[in-house]
């Protein structure tokens, strides 16, 4: 069996090593368009903030290390083309097409920064953070200017601003939506964090929308559709989409461009799989499927695809769109869907909100959490927490609430540790069960 | 430029909204009218949708324009008038209204204003404002919003949210959120407004905990509030100059300016309304002192006093008794009578108003003989209506120590000619009846010309005013002074029966 | 433009005669076949096979017959001849190329005609015709894609969508999760019930629009201009945080006009119910022209027929239909027809009077002046407006104008029921608008006043009064105002 996965990033990788262990006799190549494989598109984050020192630490695997499983790894590829009917794949390489078969074709080249609505996004001028190539511009970008606009208001935009201000810039950020991480969070769970960054401050656009990116000399102007909003440099933290112009198009896709793939992960074509950035998650709260672009998704479906390459039977249980970081002093920690969001749920939702101390002996920090579940059958549907403690940790609790079906009361009784230095007489999760509406 | 050839005037009722167009010479050119739902939660509890009169309103406007063939940018200013103390909380943000506009009528705050009464602020309020305490007032509704709205209090402290009248919705409307402005006439209905110093009284505001940043400006009857927005006047940017609460400026439609001039409108009730010059009177019998307006810099007292049974007599006529088929008729029924005026109707159904204050009275008919008939009936109803007139306007005068020769008529049954007649006799004044009876729309047109040098000064508006017809008194005094002590005796009669059946 | 446009000439007239045999309750002499098509006998000949041929397929379902006398269509209970309608137009090859261009936004000739096995000629040829039927569109085909606004190239999908797509297919392609969470998102966030129908337009109009989504380059010039007025309107902003948050779910970016394009969809293309109107309606921004144009048009309206004033019922009604017009009118530029105007005007003016074609034509006058729209040459759009406002005008009129026909069925002993029945009708004689008569069966009557409980007895939906054998006045005055609630 030859097992070509395309896209050397943490779904492709994952998938094969997977498969490694699955399939002794395949043959898995595995084809990157990059110089090197497993870059964390963190990175660029992490450095600014001191967390990491050089960039060469942002990988998480070596091509040796795969090699070194009898993977071959084909460094420099681009694929330009796929062929269904022949199964065959075509890549350059050196200026040069290669054309070589496959019995499973896994796509997992991930997601690409750009945007088709905004004109001018080939300006030198924006920070871009998923490649070593774009990490490396951008190093130089924050290193020699001062006043940084970051577009879009999501996780990515929330760490750009918290490092950038670590590092004395000036901070802009627009943002389309009238919130911040409105995806993932209540606004009047996030409101301290906005408070602190106004502090710190960060100036804000919401409700605006860039239309254009203009370079005059030294100066980048955004406009959006009120304002013209002037800075030395643009930060690019808008939702990615999914990098396949290669696809043959026969392969279905859902309207937004993503490749639709069933609970096993195959697509439309027989033999062909489709699996991180490149797919529209099935949801783990209702039957639906979006697109989210999370390293935790790449990776899970990394592992479920290669049990189903030759057999369909582990189906991919969903995403539950699990995020935690930190940002401003704040640790805030999202899980299962929004209060906001949850309209387009066709059942009634309930909503309870907690704030207790961190510890039994730590009463000064506090942590705020809130819980949104179905009213009718009690079923958790999400959660969310903040607090200047980390306890990014607990949203795992609830996301494995979520996947497993719990229900308020049995949130309630879920079973925990008690240690008077390190937890409440009530954990928060249990708290959140326990509340009367 | 178009040459500014009218002025309209927007009536905003507690049933229907109108606009009339009125001319140079003020005559009405072209009108429309809209009702509007009614709204009844509780017993007892009347309610208007804000959004609902704004559309109202917007309909009116359009229709008058559609009717007259007038084009807006024809119009010079307009004015507004309005049912009074009727009370609305908006978000200045999203200007959509927190809870419905609460009704003069509705006693849904009544509990507020007994509160206040039991702890003994009537003389406090009654100085200040001119008023008696009661739910009728826009103060307690606005408490009551505050207090029934979830974190209304709040908000408004915060300054989210508007109070207005209906002149002050209506303005900050058709401005689109420019204006919050109120006059003094429909301030001095909300029991929050010193008449003496024209200023919201601080010490009502602490004393309701009604933030002060939530209510509008106060300003004259007449000056400039703002602009429409061109797209709610279709088109056109007007001043808007003219502002009062209907029966004041029904007052200032009846050309009522001197001292001592007082005008009534025969409504549902009677609304009295007398004035009585550039400096506040308080009364003695309960009577209400309100503002009637201000202009040129100077401020019109008024003293305010009403019958509640006027029009609803009637329609107890036709309703309840079936004696008559409409109202129309009464005239020419009464005329029928032959009998000596012997017969008295107390039509005291709710209670007897100035200057006798008895609220567990209940109405009674006095003097039937075996030759009493519909016709007398109808008669001595009508009869009741002139007698109570007379008890109010009787205390009026003691109240101000003005002599009143003349009664300035408008309402419905002012078409009534022996209505009138007996009312000029039994008053011993003329009773003037003018031309148009829409007094309180020309009253806010007139406003709202002087404004904007439409009209000159009241001197141009005396010019082309038509008085109308007047009824002289022809009854000797005798006579006259023995009927009403008849009518007295028969009300010191109603008053004595107290039965109420367990 | 008309969905036959879409049509060669020679299916042009086979679904003209399939037309004509529908119009004429099935069966038509061969001579007035001929002559109202004004066509030779062979050419005739010619198509009636044709359509023989074509109807095959539905193996029995739908079948011409012609003995050279006549020609006759038959059709099974079942069948619904839109179905052959239908598929004439998703064969036609002008169907086909704009459903290849919406399906791959962006073409080479190569690519097309090799797709749809076509020659180059034919193609261009067939683009420059499709080409003048967009033009009243203002959109056109061009380099291998679409041109025009934005807003213009959905509304045009989606007529001619919503013409092709049977109740089936909505309930497999579109109805879907991700549909059916945002029609959730649509009754939730702006508190309102949508009916099947709208739910099946709001699929069909989200199909679209997430197709057309992710093109780039997308022009929103005049919808721009045209919504600046409605920054403030409560429901834009409303939509627009619906859409956003809607729209972050998937890998979609949204533009700032992409919120717009969908209030307006909402406002203007029968989707909202009255009622959901008519609650926006209390709080919408009135600095908008479609808001201006709807008070004007409800208030020519209603002066027309003062002093009759209908109820609140009708003015709401009204309003919310008037609205649904002007907001067309205003936004929009262009118009799918599905009935012929023009044949339309006519069959109603017969009936129906100068006057109120008058008042139409005000409307009309009123409409493009307050949202400065030029007169100049009656656009496809502004006569279908014109029909419409005809048809509200004739609902209004008939409302209004009403004669009510009231029955009165007594089941009592012959003697007893004599004498009420005659009771009554003395004492309803002189109520204006209504005819009494004494109950026939079969006959449609507006009231029937019985002393029969079983309201079920009478044909669905006639409004009924119960009288007691004791008949009172209170019975007589509650049958005068059932009488003035039904007339308005």
Redesign the interface.
Known sequence: MRIIIIGGSFAGITAALTARKKYKEAAIILLEKEEKIGFIPGTLYSLLNGEIDSLEEGYFITVEELERLAIQVQLNATVESMDTNSQKVTYNIFHQSVTIPYDKLILATGSVQDSYQVKGMESNKIVKYKTIEKTRVALELVEKNQVFTIVGGGQIGLEMADALINQKKHVQLIESMNGLVAKYFDQEMIAPLLKEMENQGVTFYFDETVKEIEEIEETVILKTQNHVIESDCAVFALSVKPNIPYLDPKVRRHEDGSVLVDKYLKTSIENVFAIGDTIQMQSSLSNETFYISLVNNAVRTGIVVADNLVHSQTPFIGSARTIGTKVFGYYIASTGMTEAESIFFDQKIAVRHVSQPISLFNKQQTINGKLIYNAVSGKILGAQFISKTNILEKINTLSLSIQMGLTVSELAQKDYFFHPAWSTVYDITNQLGLMKD | MTEKKYIMSIDQGTTSSRAIIYDKNGRNVGN?QKEF?QFFPNDGWVEH?A??I??SV??VI??AF??SGIRPNEIAGIGITNQRETTVVWDKK?G?PIYNAIVWQSRQSSPIADQLKEEGYADFFHKKTGLIIDAYFSATKVRWILDHVEGAQERAEKGELLFGTIDTWLVW?LT?GGSHVTDYSNASRTMMFNIHDLEWDQEILDLMNIPKIMLPKPCSNSEVYGMT?S??F?GAEVPISGMAGDQQAALFGQMAFEPGMVKNTYGTGSFIVMNTGETPTLSKNNLLTTIGYGINGKVYYAIEGSVFVTGSAIQWLRDGLEIIKNAGETEKIAMESTSDDELFVVPAFTGLGAPYWDSKARGAIFGITRGTTRADFVKATLQSIAYQVRDVIDTMKEDTGIDIPLLKVDGGAAHNDYLLQFQADILNSSVQRPRDLETTALGAAFLAGLAVGFWKDLDELKEFYEAGEAFEPSMPAEKREELYSGWKQAVAATQAFKHTSK | MRIEDFLEKREAFQVAILKKLILEGGRVSYEKLRKDLNITKASLANYLEDITIYLEEYQGDCQVDSDGVFVELFLTPHFSIMTVYINYVKRSLKYQLIDYIFNYQEFTVIEISNDLSISESSLFRKIKELNSLLKEFNIKIKNGRIYGEELQIRYFYFQVFWFLTTYEEYQEVLLTNQNQSLINGFEKELDIKLNDLSRRRISLWFMISKKRASVSKKAYKNIVQKMI?YKED?LNKQVRKLILLYFSRYSIEVEEEESMIHFIFLTTQSVLSEKAFIEY???RS????T??VD??L???I??YYLPTKPS?ALERKLTFYLSQINGTLYFFEGALELKDSQEFMAKESKTWGENLQALSEQLLKTALETINESNSSRSSLEKLTLVEYSTVLSIVDFTISKELIIGIDLDLMEMHAEILTQTLMLNLKNVIGITVEKYREHHTYDLVITTNLSSRFYTRATETYIVSEQFSKFDLNQIKTRINELKI
Do not use: C, M
């Not at chain 3, 009135?286 to 022209?289: A, H, I, K, L, S």
């Open positions: 429309s739902t949708s959004n609902e704004w559309n917007q309909s359009a229709g559609i009717e999203t959509l409307k689109d927005r797209f709610h279709y | 007025p409560y309606d209390l709080v009135r600095r908008t022209p808001a201006l008070t004007l409800r208030e020519t209603l002066l609140i």
